[in-house]
């Protein structure tokens, strides 16, 4: 059973920062996706399962950092320089099988204020 739980979330001025983290019961390539209410929900950053390669949605770029500490199987995401569009729902995920994101955490919400 791959069990995934978010932590890190919370309220925070615009231009602050938050560190999300993800811990999972085993080593996976895993991603960080956010929903904002009325919004699809949209993908943020991935990580593979050594942590040697990372991707990044353009609207984050340069702002936020995912990273992974493996002796504790655990993903962050670093958010710098947050902006209001940044709010929502943010959830981590994990790619079991299939080249696909198969398990979800229960999401931590992200509050921006302007």
């Known amino acids: 059973q791959v069990q995934l739980v978010e932590s890190g979330g919370g309220l925070v001025q615009a231009g602050g920062s938050l560190r999300l983290s993800c811990s999972a019961s085993r080593r996976y390539d895993m991603g960080w996706f956010r929903q904002a209410p009325g919004k699809e929900r949209e993908f943020v950053a991935a990580?593979?399962?050594?942590?040697?390669?990372?991707r990044y949605a353009d609207s984050v770029k340069g702002r936020i950092t995912i990273s992974r500490d493996n002796a504790k199987n655990t993903v962050s995401l670093q958010m710098n320089s947050l902006k209001p569009e940044d709010a929502g729902v943010y959830y981590c995920?994990?790619?079991?099988?299939?080249?696909?994101?198969?398990?979800w955490g229960q999401g931590t919400q992200v509050t921006v204020a302007s």
């Open positions: 995920a994990a790619e079991v099988y299939s080249d696909d994101y198969n398990y």
């Open positions: 990580i593979n399962w050594s942590g040697g390669i990372t």
